[in-house]
C-alpha cells in the first residue's frame, strides 16, 4: 500500500489525534487516485473522500478491541 500511511492503533500509537487520521485518509486517497493534488473540477470529490475516509478510520479506532500483551514470569 502507502508507506506513508502509519498504523494508528496501540501499541504503535496510544492516543491518535484528529490530524493522524486525516493524514491517513488525505495519503489514502492521494495513492488511490493518482493525484498529488486535485484539480478544481476534482477538488470537492477528493475532498469528500478524504472526510469519508477519516470518518470511517475514526469509527473504526473507536471500536476496536486489541488485547493487552501481559508480560510473561520468567
Do not use: W
Not at 11 to 37: M, W
Not at 46 to 68: C, G
Amino acid at each position: 500500500m502507502c508507506r506513508s500511511i502509519k498504523t494508528l492503533r496501540e501499541p504503535y500509537v496510544a492516543d491518535p489525534t484528529a490530524e493522524d487520521v486525516r493524514a491517513a485518509a488525505l495519503q489514502y486517497v492521494r495513492k488511490i487516485s493518482g493525484f498529488r493534488a486535485p484539480s478544481k473540477a476534482n477538488t470537492e470529490a477528493f475532498e469528500q473522500a478524504v472526510d469519508a475516509i477519516a470518518a470511517a478510520t475514526q469509527e473504526l479506532l473507536d471500536h476496536l478491541e486489541v488485547r493487552k500483551q501481559v508480560p510473561s514470569a520468567a
